[in-house]
């Protein structure tokens, strides 16, 4: 059963950058696609970023020019540089892989406070 483990989130002042990570444990198929959903209370999920095994990204509107996602391959780890971070960021950040199926890690509390 393939885990992805995330780690890197934590309460910040509005301005300020949080960097999450999310290791997989493996990664069956080297075409897949890796990223970042966020959920804040009372709200649906929401695709953040994310970025494809040869480098294609994409992001939501919401947080273009402010998030940056990046991968390294060889250690299986998506990364997600969180820049000028606002209240409205705040949610429960949930790491994603699609690859032979669709994995989910166990999310990660972003706090943004004003």
């Known amino acids: 059963q393939v885990q992805l483990v995330e780690s890197g989130g934590g309460l910040v002042q509005a301005g300020g950058s949080l960097r999450l990570s999310c290791a997989a444990s493996?990664?069956?198929?080297?075409?897949?696609?890796m990223g970042w959903y966020r959920q804040a209370p009372g709200k649906q999920r929401e695709l953040v970023a994310q970025?494809?095994?040869?480098?294609?990204?994409y992001y939501a509107d919401s947080v273009k020019g402010r998030f940056t996602i990046s991968r390294d391959n060889a250690k299986n780890t998506v990364y997600l540089q969180m820049n000028s971070l606002e209240p409205e960021d705040t949610a429960v950040y949930y790491c994603?892989?699609?690859?032979?199926?669709?994995?989910w890690g166990q999310g990660t509390q972003v706090t943004v406070s004003s």
């Open positions: 994603n892989l699609i690859s032979s199926a669709t994995y």
């Open positions: 493996e990664i069956r198929f080297s075409i897949n696609t």
């Open positions: 970025i494809t095994s040869g480098g294609v990204s």
